[in-house]
């Protein structure tokens, strides 16, 4: 029940944002017409949309867990230091990091040449400089956070109680994966390379016992992949073109 409860407030959230969002958006002068084709101002829409978001859940979730459990929020969701014991704990850190490097590279090599061909919905996301910057420094500095405290902070530990850890696991990282799968729309290869990411992330989460560990992988990939595209966007220079 909590978990169709959150899912319930994520949707609602959606939508209610999204239109509060809009009417700021329509008290400046940004009209229907403007946020359905310019680049720029429907990034910008994104953007603030999914911050906000961000920043209602994790209230939530604050919420719920003080005031009806009542216990530390952060240790609760398994905020943990990562035991370290053949290597510091800073170079254990840099190595699940680098893990999240070597998985994006197998990811994207897999992409590239099993995936379609066809433009996905993602890429409309990146038609604006600014807004494409945003959307990188986004990938590394909050998605992560967010998206291991919500999956493997939250979720992944009620499944993975009520129905086994192996069930968690694919669970956890099947919804993880499903959850982009309207950016990924059309290019059903790079979906299932998502909800593998997912797994193994989850994976990671289990085994140490720590969101932390899936945490560290997940940056390390979301910055292996932000560099690529720089790379490949020649520093934003050359961006997918309009419709």
């Given at each position: 029940?909590?978990?169709?409860?959150?899912a319930?407030?994520?949707?609602a959230g959606?939508?209610?944002?999204?239109?509060?969002?809009?009417?700021?958006?329509?008290?400046?002068?940004v009209?229907?017409?403007?946020?359905?084709?310019?680049?720029?101002?429907?990034?910008?829409?994104?953007?603030?949309?999914?911050?906000?978001?961000?920043?209602?859940?994790?209230?939530?979730?604050?919420?719920?867990?003080?005031?009806?459990?009542?216990?530390?929020f952060?240790?609760?969701?398994?905020?943990?230091?990562i035991?370290?014991?053949?290597f510091?704990?800073?170079?254990?850190?840099?190595?699940?990091i680098?893990?999240?490097?070597?998985?994006?590279?197998v990811v994207?090599?897999?992409?590239?040449?099993?995936?379609?061909?066809?433009?996905?919905?993602?890429?409309?996301?990146?038609?604006?400089?600014?807004?494409?910057?945003?959307i990188?420094l986004?990938?590394?500095?909050?998605?992560?956070?967010?998206?291991?405290?919500?999956f493997r902070?939250?979720?992944?530990?009620?499944?993975?109680?009520?129905?086994?850890?192996?069930?968690?696991?694919?669970?956890?990282?099947?919804?993880?994966?499903?959850l982009?799968?309207?950016?990924?729309?059309?290019g059903?290869?790079e979906?299932?390379?998502?909800?593998?990411?997912?797994?193994?992330?989850?994976?990671?989460?289990?085994?140490?016992?720590?969101?932390?560990?899936?945490?560290?992988?997940?940056?390390?990939?979301?910055?292996?992949?932000?560099?690529?595209?720089l790379?490949?966007?020649?520093?934003?220079r050359v961006?997918?073109p309009?419709?």
């Amino acid at each position: 029940m909590d978990l169709l409860l959150f899912a319930l407030i994520a949707i609602a959230g959606t939508v209610v944002l999204g239109v509060l969002v809009f009417l700021v958006f329509a008290a400046f002068g940004v009209t229907l017409s403007e946020l359905r084709f310019s680049a720029r101002i429907q990034g910008l829409f994104n953007i603030v949309c999914e911050v906000l978001l961000f920043a209602a859940l994790i209230g939530y979730l604050a919420l719920q867990i003080g005031l009806r459990f009542r216990v530390p929020f952060w240790q609760s969701l398994g905020w943990r230091a990562i035991e370290a014991r053949r290597f510091s704990r800073t170079l254990a850190y840099w190595g699940w990091i680098l893990g999240g490097f070597l998985l994006a590279f197998v990811v994207q090599t897999a992409a590239a040449v099993f995936g379609t061909k066809a433009s996905l919905p993602i890429e409309e996301l990146f038609r604006d400089r600014l807004t494409a910057a945003l959307i990188l420094l986004l990938a590394v500095l909050l998605a992560p956070f967010v998206e291991e405290t919500i999956f493997r902070g939250y979720i992944f530990p009620v499944i993975a109680r009520s129905f086994g850890r192996g069930v968690g696991i694919v669970a956890t990282g099947t919804l993880f994966g499903l959850l982009h799968a309207a950016q990924l729309w059309g290019g059903w290869t790079e979906i299932g390379l998502l909800v593998f990411v997912g797994i193994v992330f989850t994976y990671a989460r289990a085994v140490k016992g720590t969101v932390l560990a899936s945490y560290l992988l997940h940056v390390g990939y979301n910055f292996a992949v932000s560099v690529a595209f720089l790379v490949g966007s020649r520093g934003l220079r050359v961006l997918p073109p309009g419709p």
